[in-house]
């Protein structure tokens, strides 16, 4: 899998969207963009993927560049519940190529400050 | 609903000693995972499975090993405890079927302390 590179933190004011960039320049073809986020303590959560095209569900906005080089997860309106540590990590989705080594980089710890 | 656990959630060992951390989903998922997190560290793989019978090393497996007999269950077993396997552990899994998200489920961890 491809490797990805985050900032190491960023922080956010309550209420206004958070951005999120992640660099992934090596990704294949048949690679998927994965957002997973961990609160404190907790197993890391699922929030959106992409393959090509822009996402977005209930959580949060996944915006992927044309040459699919780098992406940006967007949370529109951030809460303090959204203070966690963010994983960008890309990954073949389906058949078995999808159990190979999904490696997990140290994310963006986000800060929402009141 | 079906879901992924493991057990023990906390377990305090001696350096030397045979652990064995379990983890059970009942998705029938055939992809399974574990991962340790130390601070200043993200998730590392130690072990990966694609289905029974079937296990792979991660990142960081020396002093661990897995075995998979059913698809439900992946336990994680340190051999010989050391100080520096002293860590959160997670197991994940996921389905490699044509037509899914593909996404992990993780468990809710297991902190392991090697005194």
């Known amino acids: 899998d491809a490797k990805t590179t985050q900032p190491p933190s960023m922080d956010c004011a309550e209420g206004r969207a958070a951005n999120l960039p992640c660099n992934h320049s090596?990704?294949?073809?048949?690679?998927?963009v994965y957002w997973y986020r961990q609160i404190h303590s907790q197993g890391p959560q699922y929030i959106i993927h992409?393959?090509?095209n822009n996402e977005t569900n209930e959580m949060a906005s996944l915006i992927i560049t044309e040459d699919r080089k780098s992406s940006t997860l967007i949370l529109p309106h951030a809460t303090l519940r959204d203070t966690a540590v963010y994983y960008c990590?890309?990954?073949?989705?389906?058949?078995?190529?999808?159990?190979?080594?999904?490696?997990f980089g140290s994310g963006t710890r986000l800060s929402i400050r009141p | 609903d079906a879901e992924i656990t493991q057990s023990p959630r906390h377990k305090i060992t001696e350096t030397g000693r045979q652990v064995t951390l379990a983890c059970h989903q009942t998705?029938?998922?055939?992809?399974m995972f574990w991962y340790r997190q130390d601070l200043g560290h993200g998730l590392r793989l130690i072990h990966y499975?694609?289905?029974?019978?079937?296990?792979n090393k991660g990142e960081v497996s020396d002093g661990y090993s897995v075995s998979r007999s059913n698809t439900e269950d992946l336990p994680l077993t340190l051999e010989s405890a050391a100080s520096s396997q002293t860590s959160v552990y997670f197991c994940?899994?996921?389905?490699?079927?044509?037509?899914?998200?593909?996404?992990?489920?993780f468990g809710e961890g297991s902190r392991l302390t090697v005194l």
């Open positions: 994940a899994s996921s389905e490699h079927a044509t037509s899914n998200t593909g996404e992990l489920f």
């Open positions: 090596t990704i294949s073809g048949n690679e998927y």
């Open positions: 992409g393959l090509k």
């Open positions: 990590i890309v990954r073949v989705a389906t058949g078995l190529s999808s159990a190979s080594k999904i490696i």
């Open positions: 998705w029938n998922h055939n992809n």
């Open positions: 499975s694609y289905g029974v019978q079937d296990t």
